[in-house]
């Protein structure tokens, strides 16, 4: 841990800020970033050496590459990157414009892979790197009104995964933190709502978005307990590929789970009716 150079997006507070200070706090190297790396002045100047502070707005794709090459330019290499600048988008599916949708996808997918894609020449040549995606609960199973949300956490899932096989053979490691309801100010910064209100989803989406409100502040996840259990992960020779977060997510888990084993066996014998007779 004490020798690696991470990259963290999305720094100015929350999780992002919580993993800096731990990686920092245990000898680690950080190009933290956020859109205004004025932010994140407190940080660098605690740890002058080692926290290199950068503006960046990962659906620019200049400053995505600029901050990558700055980040190897002052520490000589690159070790981690988080892709954790996102947020949310409350409404239903019917309800969000065409615009929130697509400045979602921006950020929460399009821009994570960006970053993904500036840092794979360095892991490449390095034979060896960590790419660590955060992604979310609604990825496990979406909810009524985080549908384009929790649908750009699932694509970003899916693109991990494959990642994880592509980068093996050059000591690429992968891992998608699916965390629960922490206490960051995510609900009350970090999230978009549709201008639309329709009456047929009051009931679903409406009752979703009033749950969220009320559970600001009360959330039961503590960030800086994930940020040490992410370290951990990256610590370990074999990571995994998803590390669950908290409680809530790990329920969430293994209720799915379940559910998914009894659809299969209830549907089964219809699935493989599909195959029919091999050809000769």
Not at 34 to 47: D, K, P
Not at 118 to 127: D, V
Request: net charge neutral; proline share 4%.
């Amino acid at each position: 841990m004490s020798d690696k150079v991470w990259l963290i997006t999305g720094c100015s507070s929350g999780l992002g800020r919580a993993l800096a200070e731990c990686v920092l706090e245990r000898g680690g190297r950080v190009a933290a970033t956020a859109r205004n790396a004025s932010s994140l002045a407190g940080l660098a100047a605690l740890w002058p050496e080692t926290c290199l502070a950068l503006n960046l707005d990962v659906t620019d794709s200049v400053q995505v590459v600029a901050a990558v090459e700055e980040c190897v330019r002052v520490f000589g290499r690159l070790d981690v990157l988080v892709n954790n600048a996102g947020y949310g988008l409350v409404g239903a599916v019917e309800e969000v414009s065409e615009a929130q949708i697509r400045r979602n996808f921006e950020v929460n997918f399009f821009g994570a892979l960006a970053m993904v894609r500036a840092a794979l020449p360095h892991f490449r040549e390095a034979k060896s790197g960590h790419v660590v995606n955060i992604s979310a609960a609604a990825a496990i199973s979406n909810y009524p009104g985080f549908g384009i949300y929790g649908a750009a956490k699932c694509a970003l899932e899916g693109v991990s995964e494959s990642l994880a096989a592509e980068g093996r053979a050059f000591g690429l490691k992968v891992t998608l933190v699916q965390p629960g309801p922490f206490r960051t100010d995510f609900i009350s910064r970090s999230l978009d709502r549709s201008e639309t209100a329709i009456p047929a989803y009051e009931g679903s989406s409406g009752k979703f978005g009033k749950f969220l409100a009320g559970m600001d502040g009360k959330q039961p996840g503590d960030p800086v307990l994930a940020a040490k259990a992410i370290c951990e992960a990256v610590d370990a020779e074999r990571p995994p590929l998803r590390l669950v977060l908290g409680k809530y997510a790990c329920d969430k888990v293994r209720r799915g789970l379940g559910q998914r084993e009894s659809e299969l066996k209830a549907w089964e014998a219809v699935g493989l009716s599909a195959d029919g007779p091999s050809g000769g």
